[in-house]
């Protein structure tokens, strides 16, 4: 399931062929300290372990299967994103986290991960990115997509180990709605998907 558009973005699975794109947005860093997107899915022991080229060779055994990790996002043709995302049950971090415990039965695509390409953020694209990969997770089969975002405070801006998870006000203006609180700076937010046609 691949390129699902939403005005100038598309969505491509993560898998061998767009393998290199993961790579383009996330850097030689592999995003934030070599994490290679495996933060959630690795107890902070493995994680550290594996930080680096351990953490990238585990994502990549995640992108040979089903299912698929997660999705880059492209502008035209260029990568411009990546976005980690599944059931709940694929990030079992999360699924441990006290912080961001369900809040619910509904089986969401849980959003775990919003990576802007160094070079575009900033440039007010991440509301466009969060409305495609919506659309993805609507065309796999998902009730409901939920992201676990920061809220900076007033005139602040967000780092770069708590900016992964994506910024409230992007949510909002995506079409997501506020569900929980669990902390000040930390709200749960979801979006109800349509059905694939």
Same mark, same amino acid.
């Given at each position: 399931?691949?390129?699902? #558009?939403?005005?100038?973005?598309?969505?491509?699975?993560?898998?061998?062929?767009? /393998?290199?794109?993961?790579?383009?947005?996330?850097?030689?860093?592999?995003?934030?300290?070599?994490?290679?997107?495996?933060? /959630?899915?690795?107890?902070?022991?493995? /994680?550290? @372990?594996?930080?680096?080229?351990?953490?990238?060779?585990?994502?990549?055994?995640?992108?040979?299967?089903?299912?698929?990790?997660?999705?880059?996002?492209?502008?035209?043709?260029?990568?411009?994103?990546?976005?980690?995302?599944?059931?709940?049950?694929?990030?079992?971090?999360?699924?441990?986290?006290?912080?961001?415990?369900?809040?619910?039965?509904? *089986?969401?695509?849980?959003?775990?991960?919003?990576?802007?390409?160094?070079?575009?953020?900033?440039?007010?694209?991440?509301?466009?990115?969060?409305?495609?990969?919506? @659309?993805?997770?609507?065309? #796999?089969?998902?009730?409901?997509?939920?992201?676990?975002?920061? @809220? *900076?405070?007033?005139?602040?801006?967000?780092?770069?180990?708590?900016?992964?998870?994506?910024?409230?006000?992007?949510?909002?203006?995506?079409?997501?709605?506020?569900?929980?609180?669990?902390?000040?700076?930390?709200?749960?937010?979801?979006?109800?998907?349509?059905?694939?046609?």
């Amino acid at each position: 399931m691949n390129a699902k #558009a939403s005005g100038s973005l598309t969505v491509k699975e993560l898998s061998k062929k767009t /393998w290199s794109d993961f790579e383009a947005v996330l850097g030689t860093n592999g995003g934030a300290r070599g994490c290679w997107c495996m933060h /959630w899915r690795l107890s902070i022991a493995e /994680w550290t @372990e594996g930080k680096g080229e351990g953490n990238k060779r585990a994502m990549s055994r995640l992108a040979q299967r089903e299912p698929v990790p997660g999705v880059i996002v492209y502008e035209n043709d260029t990568p411009v994103a990546w976005c980690s995302l599944g059931p709940r049950s694929s990030f079992p971090r999360l699924e441990r986290s006290p912080l961001l415990a369900n809040i619910d039965d509904e *089986p969401v695509c849980a959003i775990t991960c919003v990576f802007v390409q160094k070079k575009r953020r900033g440039s007010g694209l991440l509301p466009a990115i969060l409305e495609a990969v919506c @659309e993805y997770a609507a065309s #796999a089969g998902y009730p409901a997509a939920e992201g676990y975002p920061i @809220e *900076p405070r007033a005139g602040k801006r967000a780092g770069a180990d708590t900016a992964m998870t994506g910024i409230a006000s992007a949510f909002l203006d995506a079409g997501f709605s506020e569900v929980a609180r669990p902390r000040d700076d930390r709200p749960i937010m979801r979006r109800k998907l349509r059905a694939a046609k």
